[in-house]
């Protein structure tokens, strides 16, 4: 998040955001998110503020289900 947010302050070549969703799905939904508001990047986009935590929980859940059965 940080390093997008840099490139969008200058102007240059930006992250995909399918590559930030990708990263939230395998595994970085806690940096995500942390990243999202810390640096205060992409906190205006809804698919963003939901997204990144609707991932999270959903594997939070999966893998509970997971260790339980």
């Keep these: 998040m940080l ?4 490139k969008a302050k200058r102007g240059a070549w ?6 930030l969703f990708i990263i939230t799905l395998l595994g970085g ?3 995500t998110i942390v990243g999202m508001y810390l640096f205060r ?3 205006k986009k809804m698919y963003f503020t939901i ?3 609707v991932i999270l929980i959903s594997e939070v859940a ?8």
């Design 62 to 69: 999966l893998l509970i289900y997971w260790i339980v059965n």
């Design 51 to 53: 997204g990144f935590p």
């Design 14 to 19: 930006r992250i995909p955001e399918k590559s």
């Design 3 to 6: 390093i997008d947010k840099q």
């Design 41 to 43: 990047h992409k906190t």
């Design 29 to 31: 939904g806690i940096g």
